[in-house]
């Protein structure tokens, strides 16, 4: 719901995507507030690299 989807093999299908996309303000600002919501809901680098290191560390103290 964040973006139109394509077959990578229909020309035509693109265009049509990027016509739609191009000619209507509606339906970029609802695609862009889609996928801003989307992006905002996923974990940052930060936290993701702190889990990891967190079950690295874990990971080296079972192993002695």
Avoid at 2 to 18: H, K, M, N, Q, T
């Amino acid at each position: 719901d964040s973006a139109l989807l394509v077959s990578p093999a229909d020309p035509r299908a693109l265009g049509e995507a990027l016509y739609a996309v191009c000619s209507s303000r509606a339906l970029r600002e609802s695609l862009a507030a889609r996928a801003t919501a989307r992006a905002r809901a996923l974990p940052t680098w930060d936290s993701l690299a702190s889990r990891v290191e967190r079950a690295l560390t874990a990971a080296s103290r079972s192993a002695r």
